[in-house]
């Protein structure tokens, strides 16, 4: 199921966009964003793709390394999406 796949970046995309910017790699912060802010638009996430949104435009205009707060706010409402759609962790996942 594509939730999966949602619930699983949500997990992820913060912590790799955290390396990043501790490599100072804004096209990765970018592509990070980026992916999870599909996700969520998918999912119905609008906190989280704000969030993303702000974030991949900072990344765009190499500012996202300059403006930890923008990374701590993706992780912030990342967490929130995981707790939203916990339910979702109960259903078999397909092989």
Excluded at 59 to 68: E, I, K, L, P, R
């Amino acid at each position: 199921m594509m939730i999966f796949v949602f619930l699983n970046e949500t997990k992820k995309t913060p912590r790799r966009a955290r390396k990043a910017e501790a490599a100072t790699d804004e096209p990765k912060i970018r592509e990070q964003t980026h992916a999870v802010k599909s996700c969520a638009g998918t999912f119905g996430g609008k906190k989280l793709q704000t969030a993303a949104q702000e974030l991949e435009d900072l990344a765009s205009h190499s500012n996202a390394c300059s403006d930890g707060a923008a990374i701590t706010r993706v992780r912030q409402v990342a967490g929130e999406a995981q707790a939203a759609y916990a339910d979702y962790n109960d259903y078999p996942q397909a092989s």
